[in-house]
């Protein structure tokens, strides 16, 4: 799980459409419908309602459980870039430390 079936979720949000979404990130229908089987599989969760019909009457919607999985895996990315901050913070620190200490 990363940033592009979350972005993959995101954009079927938007157009009601894996083919759509697909075609957005420039991905071939079938490789986005793949994304989509393993993520479920591996989550042993429906992330989508899929309705057949071709471009007139299909479509596709997230599930509630796909909301929240966005939703949480976006908390957990802040959480994460806001450690790395903090921590790359204190590296600049320690290092600018010890090049003062070089300078005397």
């Known amino acids: 799980m990363g940033p592009g079936p979350i972005q993959l979720l995101e954009r079927i949000d938007e157009f009601k459409s894996i083919?759509?979404?697909?075609?957005?990130?420039?991905?071939?229908?079938?490789k986005a419908?793949?994304?989509l089987n393993r993520l479920e599989k591996c989550l042993d969760q429906k992330m989508l309602e899929r309705k057949r019909g071709g471009n007139e009457r299909g479509g596709a919607s997230l599930t509630p459980y796909a909301e929240?999985?966005?939703r949480s895996f976006k908390q957990l990315e802040q959480r994460?870039?806001?450690f790395?901050?903090?921590e790359f913070q204190e590296f600049q620190k320690a290092v600018g430390?010890?090049?003062?200490d070089e300078d005397q």
Do not use: H, P, Q
């Open 33 to 35: 419908l793949n994304i």
């Open 68 to 70: 929240e999985y966005i």
């Open 19 to 30: 083919n759509k979404a697909a075609k957005c990130m420039s991905l071939s229908y079938v």
């Open 80 to 82: 994460i870039n806001d």
């Open 97 to 100: 430390n010890r090049r003062e």
């Open 84 to 86: 790395a901050r903090t």
